[in-house]
């Protein structure tokens, strides 16, 4: 599929100021998307993640500031085109009653069909894709109630997957995961950024999963960046405190060489 | 009416009854069990699946339909020869069967086979929207609004002719509304359930008041009507629900790729490109509109919508175009082989065909509640 995308993107919010009505969630921030990484935006609960994710990507509409995609102001390209460039998974999806897996996925090939284009070589191509990649060939005649919590979590990436677009946000799309299918998820994340040059972003609670795949963190607290880039520079000790009002101690994970955050006690702050 | 009297139901015709039903649903799960086969059509710049299982499945409830309808040309008080009844029905305008076939029973069956098609897509448009079972247009207020307007033209002295116009006025205000008192960031399928049930008691006491305000004599105009029927259909009620259906049913076919991305929800709909808030107006128009048509003709006629879809989804899975197709057909079947039932099986007394859709939906109606009040 990379040959389809654009060979890169730019993608900023410039004074983003997001509120629900009451009061101000996210105020003045200013961030860049790198080009071609996978970025985690981190931070304690309730720091505005998932805000900024969704305002990123159209879901919500800020008071104030302009999300640029391409240089265009997000909100003035229709949302079909967008939605070719850009997708998102938000959290806690439900599945429609009796739908199969391959059917679901594919609807994630909606902004590409047109009313009698429904089912084009590129649309199978891409949905096929998609499949193999989140290793659900061989599942997709299931019906999605029928599976796991982690096979469900792989067909929803890869319905935004089928979706073919250069830049994936997902929102916490571990949580909920064990070990062992949070790692699985990630690794095919990265993959996808290395193998098909695809930008992802993703909102991540725990910092030694963020610190350990994403190429670049992005630390949020109370609606402000504190911190942005490698893991290295982000995830320190004076760091982690502030952001999370927690003592710890950093080493360098054996395996990776990344950062690993070991917690010793709050700061009772 | 004696209700005595029409206790014992015509063996004859109970069997017959039985038998047809039996082969119906055996033939129809048969096929519907067989493996899904997708072939792809594409021409230049068009393109689509199909699904040869849905197909042919689709293809034999077409066929129980034109053989429902051929028995309620066949069957009726009035001998007439089976053969002769199909003759004249289709070719021979100098039968001397004429009236009772083509006045009388070929515009029924017609006018049935349409209602249930409209109530049923009607239902499959609402349910899959909603994500909620229990929503279809008779649980939300459509049938009552149609029946409050009806009732009322008829008691102030109104035109029986402009009863289908009123209940059709009736029913979209009535669909309306509950939008409007539904609405609150979006569209809940709880929440229009809720206020479905609301509006629901609220008109039905509407009905109540006018029925005790108003002369009995014409009050009573409007009672056979509001159980819902298709007798004394004539070309007209026919070629009303032809219109409406032929409109109607290609708009929701068209619309019908929006649905199955807002069945996802409203912020993943957004985040794959839809206009959410125009496209579920769009769609719940139609479906209002479709249901409104079905109601303004054969009265408000329950439980087809909510029944139907329901049975078509456990034969052929969640909404595409084949099984959007399927639904409609199996509502004609299903309303064509109540309205059988309504005429044979307590002969020569005829019911309503609405006593049977609701006694048959009735009881599914509380299991459905029953199964899904954690969702309420």
């Known amino acids: ?269 | 009416m004696n209700l005595l009297s029409i206790a014992s139901p015509r063996l004859n015709s109970l069997f017959l009854t039985l038998i047809v039903l039996v082969i119906t649903v055996s033939l129809l799960h048969r096929v519907s069990k067989s493996k899904n086969e997708i072939s792809v059509i594409r021409l230049g710049s068009l393109s689509s699946r199909l699904n040869k299982k849905l197909l042919r499945l689709n293809f034999v409830a077409f066929v129980i339909m034109i053989a429902f309808m051929a028995m309620g040309v066949m069957f009726g008080d009035f001998p007439v020869p089976k053969v002769r009844a199909l003759s004249t029905a289709l070719w021979d305008r100098e039968s001397e069967f004429d009236f009772v076939i083509n006045s009388i029973r070929s515009p029924r069956v017609v006018v049935a086979a349409l209602a249930g098609m409209c109530l049923a897509s009607s239902g499959a448009i609402f349910q899959s929207l909603i994500n909620n079972p229990l929503v279809s247009p008779d649980v939300i207020g459509v049938n009552s609004g149609a029946a409050v307007c009806a009732v009322v033209l008829l008691a102030v002295g109104g035109q029986v002719t402009y009863l289908p116009f009123a209940a059709f006025i009736g029913a979209i205000i009535a669909a309306v509304g509950v939008y409007v008192l539904s609405w609150k960031r979006g569209i809940a399928g709880t929440r229009l359930v809720l206020i479905g049930i609301g509006i629901n008691s609220l008109l039905a006491a509407v009905i109540t008041f006018v029925q005790v305000r108003y002369p009995i004599e014409r009050v009573m105009a409007a009672a056979r009507w509001q159980a819902g029927t298709v007798f004394g259909a004539t070309w007209d009620d026919a070629r009303i629900l032809g219109i409406g259906f032929l409109i109607l049913f290609p708009a929701a076919f068209v619309l019908l790729s929006k649905l199955r991305i807002l069945q996802l929800g409203d912020e993943t709909a957004a985040a794959l490109g839809s206009s959410v808030e125009r496209d579920r107006l769009f769609l719940l128009g139609t479906g209002a509109a479709m249901a409104a048509v079905a109601v303004a003709v054969v009265g408000p006629l329950g439980f087809v919508a909510l029944m139907v879809p329901q049975a078509a989804r456990l034969l052929t899975g969640t909404i595409t175009g084949g099984s959007y197709i399927f639904t409609a057909l199996l509502g004609g079947i299903f309303l064509l082989g109540a309205d059988l039932i309504a005429l044979h099986l307590f002969a020569p007394v005829m019911l309503p065909v609405g006593v049977i859709t609701a006694a048959l939906g009735g009881p599914y109606f509380l299991i459905l509640l029953a199964r899904y009040n954690r969702a309420i």
Request: hydrophobic share 40%.
């Open chain 1, 1 to 269: 599929m990379q040959s389809e995308h654009t060979p890169s993107i730019s993608f900023t919010g410039e004074d983003l100021h997001i509120s629900y009505g009451g009061p101000k969630i996210i105020e003045g921030l200013n961030v860049t998307i790198p080009n071609g990484e996978v970025t985690a935006i981190i931070g304690p609960n309730g720091c505005g993640k998932s805000t900024l994710l969704r305002a990123l990507a159209r879901i919500l509409t800020p008071d104030k500031g302009i999300v640029f995609l391409d240089g265009t102001d997000i909100g003035n390209i229709p949302t079909r085109e967008v939605a070719r460039k850009l997708g998102i998974l938000t959290q806690n999806q439900r599945a429609p009653e009796a739908v199969s897996v391959s059917d679901l996925v594919r609807r994630g090939r909606y902004p590409h069909q047109r009313i009698f284009d429904q089912w084009s070589k590129e649309d199978e191509k891409a949905v096929d894709h998609a499949l193999e990649i989140t290793g659900l060939s061989e599942y997709k005649e299931k019906h999605v109630d029928e599976l796991s919590g982690g096979q469900k979590q792989r067909v929803w990436i890869a319905m935004i997957l089928a979706q073919d677009t250069n830049l994936m946000l997902l929102d916490e799309p571990t949580t909920h995961l064990d070990m062992p299918h949070q790692i699985e998820i990630l690794e095919m994340l990265v993959k996808l950024s290395v193998d098909e040059d695809r930008t992802v972003v993703l909102v991540l609670h725990d910092i030694n999963m963020a610190a350990r795949y994403c190429s670049n963190l992005i630390a949020l607290k109370e609606g402000k960046i504190l911190a942005t880039g490698r893991p290295s520079k982000v995830v320190t000790t004076e760091m982690v405190e502030s952001i999370f009002g927690l003592k710890a101690l950093i080493i360098e994970d054996p395996v990776t060489g990344s950062p690993l955050c070991i917690p010793e006690a709050l700061t009772g702050k």
